[in-house]
């Protein structure tokens, strides 16, 4: 295995783990479908959310929203690489409304990988899961 692969391989266990854990919080009284999500920053730092339905359903947050939340609130601007876990028929990847807020903080080949709580099932780039994307560079 070359030295490259091996970092993202480590990048993706230490993700997995992190996602995995913090899934197990997750608050979903009703749909009971619990997601991760944990994303490494600029800085190497690993911050992770979950999910958090409320009984008015609109009002609920993404795992992916947790994260990033909590990688600005450390002191965090980019991501380098995040991670959703979840349990389903599927792959569990970021909702559209996700994939922008990833958008915001990610480079166009930013790695998102998406996982089951026991491997990673696929990796796509940001790219590839949101084409053409409206960023913060459209702005200026």
């Known amino acids: 295995m070359r030295a490259a692969d091996s970092a993202r391989a480590d990048d993706g266990a230490a993700l997995l783990a992190a996602a995995r854990a913090?899934?197990?919080?997750?608050?979903a009284p009703y749909s009971r479908f619990r997601v991760g999500a944990a994303l490494r920053d600029e800085n190497g730092a690993i911050h992770a959310g979950c999910n958090v339905e409320n009984a008015a359903y609109p009002v609920g947050t993404c795992a992916e929203a947790g994260a990033i939340a909590a990688m600005v609130a450390a002191g965090g601007r980019r991501i380098a690489a995040?991670?959703?876990c979840g349990e389903g028929a599927g792959l569990v990847t970021p909702c559209g409304a996700c994939r922008q807020r990833i958008r915001e903080f990610a480079a166009p080949d930013t790695p998102i990988h998406a996982a089951t709580p026991e491997a990673i099932a696929k990796t796509f780039?940001?790219?590839e899961l949101l084409p053409a994307s409206f960023g913060p560079e459209t702005l200026t």
């Open 22 to 27: 913090v899934r197990e919080r997750a608050h």
């Open 82 to 84: 995040i991670l959703v």
């Open 125 to 127: 780039t940001l790219a």
